[in-house]
């Protein structure tokens, strides 16, 4: 069914994003505009000279990072539990990214084993010298470092707590190399996740004005931009960090737009 809306919130645990929309976003739209560019006589990739196909290699890399770091920071911040920053390395210099997503599977099956209550988002990275890398959040019991490097039992492991990160979506992102995502990683997964980790919340048109009426007017927003977009026109974005959690256990439920905080 179509619908359309020029107000959208995401809610990601005590993090939440506003996007005020000068056009209406039609959400059937956008899916029909997209089939029938399909359709239109586009020009074939040969016809393009080096520098254009160069171009739009680097537009599409940036646009697929963007996209990722967004999904991975608000999955991060929705799911609060998971404070245990943790980095595997390998002994060996594995720069197979398909063989080293098998090791890493494995690791993931004995550690969900050994600790039933192990939720984890991991993000594959490539060393300088070519190797692979994972960082992982994670949430798990008190466990020696000796007894994790054992079940890793590829190389070296680093186990930190953020305890004292406001945002820990952000830093994580921010902490990842800028080339994170480069030509090794196209065509392949970008991170791995627990799937009881409970997603972001996204509330469109009115419910989205409500809860900005009931729970964001009164805040500073911590961060804010206006940028233009070829689809819906200028965008007016803030992000805003609130005090509690909006939705219990992370399910919308819109009569919470109408109770008191």
């Known amino acids: 069914m179509a619908y359309s809306y020029n107000s959208k919130i995401v809610v990601s645990g005590k993090h939440a994003e506003s996007y005020n929309y000068t056009k209406r976003v039609w959400r059937e739209f956008e899916k029909k505009t997209q089939e029938s560019e399909k359709e239109k006589p586009q020009k074939e990739p040969e016809q393009l000279s080096i520098k254009e196909q160069l171009k739009l290699q680097k537009q599409k890399q940036q646009y697929s990072v963007n996209r990722t770091r967004t999904e991975i920071r608000r999955l991060i911040n929705s799911n609060p539990q998971i404070t245990k920053f943790m980095t595997l390395t390998f002994a060996k210099n594995i720069t197979d990214l398909k063989e080293a997503n098998y090791i890493f599977n494995q690791f993931i099956k004995r550690m969900t084993y050994k600790y039933p209550s192990f939720e984890y988002l991991a993000i ?83 419910m989205a004005q409500k809860f900005a009426e009931k729970f964001l007017s009164f805040l500073t927003p911590t961060f804010e931009k206006t940028f233009e977009s070829e689809w819906v026109g200028e965008v007016e974005y803030k992000a805003f960090k609130l005090d509690f959690l909006p939705f219990k256990d992370g399910v919308f439920n819109r009569s919470v737009l109408f109770k008191s905080v």
């Open 124 to 206: 594959p990275e490539f060393q300088k010298r070519g190797a692979v890398h994972y960082h992982i959040l994670c949430k798990m019991p008190f466990v020696h470092f000796s007894e994790i490097r054992e079940t890793w039992g590829q190389g070296n492991i680093d186990i930190k707590r953020l305890n004292n990160v406001d945002n820990i979506g952000a830093y994580v992102c921010k902490y990842l190399s800028k080339d994170m995502f480069d030509e090794r990683t196209f065509g392949k997964k970008k991170f791995f996740r627990s799937q009881t980790l409970k997603q972001p919340i996204e509330i469109t048109g009115w």
